[in-house]
Each structure stands twice: as C-alpha cells, then as structure tokens.
C-alpha cells in the first residue's frame, strides 16, 4: 500500500527507494497511478508492479497503455469502496457491504447478499504486507500528524499492513506532539525516515 492522492501525500523518498531497487512483480494498493514522473507513477513506468488495485488510472497514460497491453493486471475499485475495503484490513474485518457498483462490471464475479429486501456486494478487506506512509510530523515513537489534503489514504494504510514504513517532514521527541492532534497512533509504526 502507498498513501497519497494523485501524488498529494504520497512519500516520494521511499518510492524513489523502490524504484532504484528495482524490485519488481509488485501489487500495488493505492488511490491511483499518479503520473508518470511522480510517486506510484514511477513504478508503473519502471514496469515493477504486476497488478494495481486503484480507483482511477486517468493521470498516468503508460499505466493506461500497460493495461490496454495486458502488462499491467488492474483491479479497478470505486473510491469509497477501496477506502471501506483497506480500513475493513486494518480493522479485521472480513470486507464491506456496499450496492456501488451493482449491475455494473464492478460486480463481475463477486457475491451478492440481499439482506432486507436490499442487494449489496461483499468487498474482501485488502491488507498488505507492506504500507508506505507520507506523514507531516511525527514523533520518534511513531505517532503521526497529516496536513490537510495529504490525509487522504494515509492514515487507514498505516493501520491495515504488517510492516509501515513512514517518511516525515518533521520527527520530534516524544511529548513534543498535542496528543490531541494525533491521527495514526506510534502503534502501527515500524520505521520512520525523514523526509
């Protein structure tokens, strides 16, 4: 998994870190395929990713064209419903209910449950081995901070993988933080990098 949104709070150092790497038959959970030159887009380019699970490849036209080509597997996912999904991961959770998507090609292949009178799709949770997290601040004991929009997958990834790796603007002490402005709590950090 690798936060961000169209590159807004995606950890650009540990995705170059990837990249020069190498490592590649990647599957990749993220909002999206960025753009050729900026974060996950870089790994699509490199051709290390096998298979995304995204809710828009629009920005990046080499991930469209490895698509179309049959390079690249993508498991297109509605937006709320890949959030729902990843923070179903993190929770323990089995997956989520939901009726996006019913009737449509989202629907291929997956379980429909009617549960009074109303159809839903069951979405299987997605966790992951690994998640790359973008934070503002964090402290050394692992809390994190997100500003504004960089929020976005964030703080449900950090919660739904085995190992979260986090790439910070800013790592303090701990007790420098307002434990009221804690979004991801140090327990479900492993690494930090400043970034």
Do not use: W
């Not at 096998?50 to 490849?57: Q, T």
């Not at 989520?96 to 009178?117: C, M, N, S, W």
């Not at 081995?129 to 703080?155: E, M, S, T």
């Amino acid at each position: 998994m690798i936060g961000g949104f169209l590159g807004v709070g995606t950890p650009e150092k540990l995705v170059d870190a990837l990249v020069s790497q190498g490592t590649g038959g990647l599957t990749l959970v993220c909002n999206d395929t960025s753009f050729p030159d900026k974060g996950m887009g870089k790994l699509i380019v490199s051709k290390q990713a096998k298979k995304v699970i995204i809710s828009y490849m629009g920005g990046n036209p080499e991930g469209a064209r490895q698509m179309n080509a049959g390079e690249l597997e993508v498991e297109l996912s509605p937006q709320g419903t890949l959030a729902e999904r990843i923070r179903s991961g993190g929770a323990g959770l089995g997956g989520v209910l939901t009726p996006t998507g019913l009737g449509t090609v989202v629907a291929e292949g997956k379980q429909v449950l009617t549960i009074d009178g109303k159809e839903f799709l069951l979405e299987k949770a997605l966790h992951a081995d690994v998640a790359l997290i973008k934070a503002y601040k964090a402290d050394r004991a692992g809390n994190l901070i997100f500003r504004r929009a960089a929020r976005n997958f964030n703080p449900v990834m950090a919660t739904a993988a085995d190992l979260v790796i986090v790439e910070a603007e800013h790592i303090v002490e701990p007790g420098e933080m307002d434990p009221d402005q804690v979004m991801t709590p140090g327990i479900f950090v492993d690494y930090l990098v400043q970034g």
